[in-house]
Antibody, heavy 113, light 106 residues
Framework: QVQMKETGPGLVQTTQTLSVTCTVS????????VHWVRQAPGKGLEWMGI???????NYNSALKSRLSISRDTSKSQVFLTMNSLQTDDTAVYYC???????WGQGVMVTVSS | NIVMTQSPKSMSISVGDRVTMNCKAS??????IAWYQQKPGQSPKLLIY???NRYTGVPDRFTGGGYGTDFTLTINSVQAEDAAFYYC????????FGGGTKLELK
């Protein structure tokens, strides 16, 4: 069965770079895309971007200048990297399989000065 | 960029009632809409895809409709476990979410 799990630093300083990893099982990253979605405390869902099975990417235009999504297919891992963090980047970060049927449980990231 | 607007922001419904929530796209998106349910502390769960297709295992009291710019999610005979946030999403090209509708039970 498909499983997805996010791991991240928990706390990051403002202006620093965030790195979150999504480890998947039950499907191949070369066959299906993986989305990143975040949710600030008490707020709605924000789609961040996707890495497709062929390795190409699409990003939310509002985040594109700060965001990078990459992967290591040998480890079944997808990486989210976002720079120049501010306090309003505090959120739960989710990865989801390409159809958005399967989601990880999310990882809370707090950005603090 | 396409903007997805959901209404109302919240609603309070009694068990057994029928409820309809709305999602409006700022441009024609065809039937490229999905609906999700999210309960506190949980990840979103897919309910409806391509505007009107119920995902496997979703109770048939959930019905999606619409095309183009105006979409609806209807829950017939609301149950206590349906209390949650509901989000629409444009799928393909940019997977933009609406702001959500909070469904509370009286």
């Amino acid at each position: 069965q498909v499983q997805m799990k996010e791991t991240g630093p928990g706390l990051v300083q403002t202006t620093q770079t965030l790195s979150v990893t999504c480890t998947v099982s039950g499907f191949s990253l070369t066959s299906y895309g993986v989305h990143w979605v975040r949710q600030a405390p008490g707020k709605g869902l924000e789609w961040m971007g996707i890495i497709w099975g062929d390795g190409s990417t699409n990003y939310n235009s509002a985040l594109k200048s700060r965001l990078s999504i990459s992967r290591d297919t040998s480890k079944s891992q997808v990486f989210l990297t976002m720079n120049s963090l501010q306090t309003d980047d505090t959120a739960v970060y989710y990865c989801a399989e390409g159809t958005m049927v399967h989601w990880g449980q999310g990882v809370m990231v707090t950005v603090s000065s | 960029n396409i903007v997805m607007t959901q209404s109302p922001k919240s609603m309070s419904i009694s068990v057994g009632d029928r409820v309809t929530m709305n999602c409006k796209a700022s441009q024609n998106v065809g039937n490229n809409i999905a609906w999700y349910q999210q309960k506190p502390g949980q990840s979103p769960k897919l309910l409806i895809y391509y505007a009107s297709n119920r995902y496997t295992g979703v109770p048939d009291r959930f019905t999606g409709g619409g095309y183009g710019t105006d979409f609806t999610l209807t829950i017939n005979s609301v149950q206590a476990e349906d209390a949650a946030f509901y989000y629409c999403q444009r799928i393909y090209n940019s997977w933009t979410f609406g702001g959500g509708t909070k469904l509370e039970l009286k």
